[in-house]
């Protein structure tokens, strides 16, 4: 059984930072492409960030050079560091591979995700 359990969002000003975490459960997610998610209000989810199995990496343009994603295999958790965070970066963000984990009996596999919120 899947489990991604997000966490670090939270309430930040304009030019701020954050970290955050993704600890993955019930799989060997080395050998899977791992990725970050947003969805802000409104919007369709979005793929922000992605590590490949080889840790090669693509980012949105809209976070390219301001997001860093990283991935500790041994401890099955990715990282997701933003800086110079802008109010259009508020969503609430996931993790998980990419594709997403999909069944036919329940469909894709989400975590709860962790809400990230940029204003004065």
């Known amino acids: 059984q899947v489990q991604l359990v997000e966490s670090g969002g939270g309430l930040v000003q304009p030019g701020g930072s954050l970290r955050l975490s993704c600890a993955a459960s019930?799989?060997?997610?080395?050998?899977?492409?791992m990725a970050w998610y947003r969805q802000a209000p409104g919007k369709q989810r979005e793929l922000v960030a992605r590590i490949g199995n080889y840790e090669t990496t693509i980012y949105a343009d809209s976070v390219k050079g301001r997001f860093t994603i990283s991935r500790n295999n041994a401890k099955n958790t990715i990282y997701l560091q933003m800086n110079s965070l802008k109010p259009e970066d508020t969503a609430v963000y996931y993790c998980?591979?990419?594709?997403?984990?999909?069944?036919?009996?329940?469909?894709?596999?989400w975590g709860q995700g962790t809400q990230v919120t940029v204003s004065l």
């Open positions: 019930g799989g060997i997610f080395s050998v899977y492409a």
């Open positions: 998980n591979k990419d594709p997403p984990f999909y069944s036919v009996a329940k469909g894709e596999y």
